[in-house]
Nanobody
Framework: QVQLVESGGGLVRPGGSLRLSCAAS????????MAWYRQAPGTQRELVATITRSGRTNYVDSVKGRFTISRNTAKKTVYLQMNSLKLEDTAVYYCKGDRTIGPTGIYWGQGTQVTVSS
């Protein structure tokens, strides 16, 4: 059974930091590109950051220089370090795994709420 389980969300003041984690099970983690998405109320889900199997990263412009995506293959976990948080970063953050070798497989986590508020 494949599971992606996010954690680390919460309430933080503007300018603060949070570190999200996404622990994978039931997959060969090294075969997957991983990504973080977010969805604010009334909006479409938005791609925030991606990290390939080889560790290449990419970010949406609005988070460049503030967020860092990373992965630990041994722990089957992908992280999103979020610094200098802004009110507009408030959203539910989702982890996604996309298998890029062999049979196609796309999996989503259940999401974790991040609220930036003063």
């Amino acid at each position: 059974q494949v599971q992606l389980v996010e954690s680390g969300g919460g309430l933080v003041r503007p300018g603060g930091s949070l570190r999200l984690s996404c622990a994978a099970s039931g997959i060969t983690f090294s075969l997957y590109d991983m990504a973080w998405y977010r969805q604010a109320p009334g909006t479409q889900r938005e791609l925030v950051a991606t990290i390939t199997r080889s560790g290449r990263t990419n970010y949406v412009d609005s988070v460049k220089g503030r967020f860092t995506i990373s992965r630990n293959t041994a722990k089957k976990t992908v992280y999103l370090q979020m610094n200098s948080l802004k009110l507009e970063d408030t959203a539910v953050y989702y982890c996604k795994g996309d298998r890029t070798i062999g049979p196609t497989g796309i999996y989503w986590g259940q999401g974790t709420q991040v609220t930036v508020s003063s």
